[in-house]
């Protein structure tokens, strides 16, 4: 069965830190940061979501997904296509996440009125939302993640290797 992970955090939260150490390796990188000037920029993320779920790839989308209005259409694609949807929430960390958008090169810095304005939007995601796994990621502290899932509470404690979003055992 081929999978959605929905990354749901503010800018600079690590998302895509995220998806290079963790996710990278087995899903393909879906985000309108890379079609920034194209018109219809959710319907083309629809489409290329829609494309992968088709040739049997998984997919992860990479934006700040702040509230469900942005994760209903994606779920409803990957639904139509029999695959499973992850979400993957980022806790905000408002000043943690101004410190590293200053440190963004200038072309990839959110202004922090962006940053605010999301902040404003974002939504802790529910179960009820439709989701089919809900894990919380953390920074460990020492270069790595440190995943939770939201129903068990325990840490599922994820290394940086690839390929390793819900592994066991502890960050070294």
Not at 70 to 76: A, F, S
Not at 104 to 129: C, H, N, Q, S
């Amino acid at each position: 069965m081929t999978e959605v992970a929905i990354l749901i955090g503010l800018q600079a939260s690590g998302k895509t830190s995220f998806y290079r150490a963790v996710l990278a390796a087995t899903h393909e990188h879906v985000s309108k940061d890379a079609f920034p000037n194209a018109r219809r920029r959710q319907a083309r993320q629809l489409r290329l979501i829609g494309e992968a779920l088709d040739a049997g790839r998984d997919v992860v989308v990479d934006n700040t997904n702040p509230s469900s209005e942005e994760w209903q259409p994606i779920m409803t694609v990957a639904r139509a296509r029999g695959a499973r949807v992850v979400g993957y929430w980022f806790p905000p960390d408002p000043v943690a996440s101004l410190e590293r958008n200053a440190l963004r090169d200038t072309k990839t810095r959110v202004p922090d009125v962006g940053l605010y304005a999301t902040l404003k939007r974002l939504r802790r995601p529910r179960a009820e939302d439709g989701f089919d796994e809900l894990l919380t990621v953390r920074f460990d502290g020492r270069g790595g993640f440190h995943v939770e899932s939201f129903e068990e509470r325990r840490c599922t404690g994820v290394s940086s290797k690839p390929g390793n979003a819900r592994g066991s055992g502890s960050t070294s």
